[in-house]
Every structure is written in C-alpha cells, then in structure tokens.
Nanobody, 124 residues
Framework: QVQVVESGGGLVQAGGSLRLSCAASSRTFTTYAMAWFRQAPGKAREFAAAISWTGGRTYYGDSVKGRFTISRDNAKNTVSLQMNSLKVEDTAVYYC?????????????????WGQGTQVTVSS
C-alpha cells in the first residue's frame, strides 16, 4: 500500500513557473515508477510525465515536453514536477501516481496508487 499526497498547486500567470511535489509513504518507494497526470475541466485525464524507479529514465507527454521536468529523491520519498513556460491550457488538477510497472509507464491503468490531486490554474 502506498499513499501519495500532492502539494504546490496554485494560481500563476501565463509564462510563469510552478513546482509540484508529491510525498509517498512507503518503505519500498524505490520500487515504484512515479508519474504525474492531469485533468482539465470537462476533459479526460491526461498523462504528463513519468520517472523510473531509479530516476534514470523519464518520459513526457507531447503537450508538456520541453517545458516540464520530473525528478525524484528516493532518500526523501518524493517526486517533483517543475513546470516552466506555463500556458492557460495547462490549467488542470494534477495527480501524482505510483506504479509497480517497469520503466516509465504512461497508461492510467498501470498506476494503482493515486493522490487526491492539486489544482493548478494559469491565468492569461
């Protein structure tokens, strides 16, 4: 069982930056791939970024590639998402998720543990 809790959401102007954090409660944190998904109002949940167990591999969705960076600190059981050059269309609830799958899975079904989400709002 893994509990994940997101933090760091808020309101930011377009072009600005925001950093999200995710804390996971598990002694086996290093055996989980971690990811960020997001869901905008009226839209399906969308994959944003994933990072492998060791942090050596990362994978990004096309809409965030080049602007977002995912990282993890296995000593602290945390995962972060640095978001730069934010756009109005980045407005969404951002979810942190944990998976026992190998590598950097991008499918929702591959993630068993989910946080409650944190709201990110980008204004024009």
């Amino acid at each position: 069982q893994v509990q994940v809790v997101e933090s760091g959401g808020g309101l930011v102007q377009a072009g600005g930056s925001l950093r999200l954090s995710c804390a996971a409660s598990s002694r086996t944190f290093t055996t989980y791939a971690m990811a960020w998904f997001r869901q905008a109002p009226g839209k399906a949940r969308e994959f944003a970024a994933a990072i492998s167990w060791t942090g050596g591999r990362t994978y990004y969705g096309d809409s965030v590639k080049g602007r977002f960076t995912i990282s993890r600190d296995n000593a602290k059981n945390t995962v972060s998402l640095q978001m730069n050059s934010l756009k109005v269309e980045d407005t969404a609830v951002y979810y942190c998720a944990a998976s026992v799958a190998y590598g950097t899975p991008s499918g929702e079904y591959e993630y068993k543990y989910w946080g409650q989400g944190t709201q990110v709002t980008v204004s024009s």
